[in-house]
């Protein structure tokens, strides 16, 4: 990422004590930022930062980003990534999924005004819903239930990406909105309800492997060093309209579940169970955008990927950590 605006750019990160927004903070901090990270650790880990400590451009303010955000410094870019994000989470913080998307993005563009600072927000596929056009393409509305179990996360995300836009139009904010796909890499939380990370561990202990429905759903896997490389170009971007980013590749449930068992080496068998309520039964990004704006498109092999993803769960495994 460009130092184009000052020497030495300042940017904030809140929910940077989380699995994205951890990576996101390694990266700034590898071209050259000043970062500052702001997480109320609801589902955040300082463990994702602790190897960041000490570090004279580095600093980790423990805030709930609901309420009001004092900060006295210079702030070129502010990375809005705080918000519970798996269906575990959302589903059991069904109140504060709303309040970040609806307060928290709020206080964050008052902040971007205030400091004129480039704001990007962390939105996600989910705002899609169960959608009836695939692949997704930026320009598509969705289809959502806004008052099923999942809307408080989707419906908070789609408030935010109308906050954001507001904030664009009504006072010339330097705004930006990606649309996150499934995102999979170290310091996911072993039990977030995500595929990814529910899949490794039951595979690593050798227990059933939970498939919900029949496996037939599809997904598309990015790995998070892509992810993030992609964020990055979007915020040294003009474009204030959402880009999707996320993996192109499309697969199965079940024959993801089947990668995961034979890359661990484990002879776990599959357990379907009842699909949950509105759960999607396809994503897929179209990327054509990114590709076009931005000269992205991930890199990393899925298999490569995985690897580097088992690695850390298996050393959490022996450490005594899932």
Same mark, same amino acid.
């Given at each position: 990422?460009?130092?184009?605006?000052?020497?030495?750019?300042?940017?904030?990160?809140?929910?940077?004590?989380?699995?994205?927004?951890?990576? &996101?903070?390694?990266?700034?901090?590898?071209?050259?930022?000043?970062?500052?990270?702001?997480?109320?650790?609801? /589902?955040?880990?300082?463990?994702?930062?602790?190897?960041?400590?000490?570090?004279?451009?580095?600093?980790?303010?423990?805030?709930?980003?609901?309420?009001?955000?004092?900060?006295?410094?210079?702030?070129?870019?502010?990375?809005?990534?705080?918000?519970?994000?798996?269906?575990?989470?959302? $589903?059991?913080?069904?109140?504060?999924?709303?309040?970040?998307?609806? &307060?928290? #993005?709020?206080?964050? $563009?008052? $902040?971007?005004?205030?400091?004129?600072?480039? *704001?990007?927000?962390?939105? #996600?596929?989910?705002?899609?819903?169960?959608?009836?056009?695939?692949?997704?393409?930026?320009?598509?509305?969705?289809?959502?239930?806004?008052?099923?179990?999942?809307?408080?996360?989707?419906?908070?995300?789609?408030?935010?990406?109308?906050? /954001?836009?507001?904030?664009?139009?009504?006072?010339?904010?330097?705004?930006?909105?990606?649309?996150?796909?499934? /995102?999979?890499?170290?310091?996911?939380?072993?039990? =977030?309800?995500?595929?990814?990370?529910? *899949?490794?561990?039951?595979?690593?202990?050798?227990?059933?492997? #939970?498939?919900?429905?029949?496996?037939?759903?599809?997904?598309?896997?990015?790995?998070?060093?892509?992810?993030?490389?992609?964020?990055?170009? &979007?915020?040294?971007?003009?474009?204030?309209?959402?880009?999707?980013?996320?993996?192109?590749?499309?697969?199965?449930?079940?024959?993801?579940?089947?990668?995961?068992?034979?890359?661990?080496?484990?002879?776990?068998?599959?357990?379907?169970?009842? &699909?949950?309520? =509105?759960?999607?039964?396809?994503?897929?990004?179209?990327?054509?955008?990114?590709?076009?704006?931005?000269?992205?498109?991930?890199?990393?092999?899925?298999?490569?990927? $995985?690897?580097?993803?088992?690695?850390?769960?298996?050393?959490?495994?022996?450490?005594?950590?899932?």
């Amino acid at each position: 990422m460009a130092t184009s605006l000052r020497e030495q750019p300042v940017s904030l990160v809140t929910g940077g004590a989380g699995f994205l927004g951890s990576h &996101l903070c390694d990266h700034l901090l590898s071209k050259g930022h000043r970062v500052i990270a702001m997480d109320n650790l609801i /589902t955040g880990n300082v463990a994702n930062i602790e190897h960041l400590a000490g570090r004279e451009d580095f600093r980790f303010i423990k805030h709930d980003v609901t309420e009001y955000i004092f900060l006295p410094d210079r702030l070129d870019f502010i990375f809005h990534f705080a918000s519970p994000a798996s269906p575990i989470d959302y $589903l059991e913080l069904p109140i504060q999924t709303l309040k970040v998307g609806a &307060l928290g #993005t709020h206080k964050t $563009l008052g $902040l971007a005004r205030a400091k004129k600072a480039r *704001f990007v927000l962390a939105s #996600t596929s989910e705002v899609y819903g169960d959608p009836l056009i695939h692949p997704q393409p930026e320009s598509y509305w969705g289809n959502v239930n806004p008052i099923g179990p999942r809307g408080v996360y989707d419906e908070a995300k789609r408030f935010a990406e109308a906050m /954001t836009m507001a904030y664009c139009r009504t006072h010339g904010v330097d705004t930006k909105i990606v649309r996150i796909f499934n /995102t999979y890499g170290p310091r996911m939380r072993p039990r =977030d309800g995500r595929v990814v990370p529910a *899949f490794i561990t039951e595979a690593l202990k050798g227990e059933p492997i #939970t498939v919900f429905g029949d496996g037939r759903q599809t997904r598309s896997f990015c790995f998070v060093t892509d992810l993030i490389d992609g964020i990055c170009r &979007l915020a040294e971007s003009d474009v204030h309209d959402p880009v999707n980013i996320g993996n192109p590749h499309e697969m199965t449930v079940l024959d993801f579940a089947q990668a995961i068992v034979r890359l661990c080496g484990s002879r776990s068998q599959i357990a379907f169970r009842p &699909l949950p309520v =509105d759960d999607p039964k396809v994503r897929q990004p179209d990327i054509a955008r990114a590709r076009q704006i931005l000269k992205w498109e991930p890199r990393v092999p899925l298999e490569e990927g $995985l690897r580097r993803t088992i690695d850390y769960f298996r050393a959490l495994l022996e450490r005594g950590r899932i």
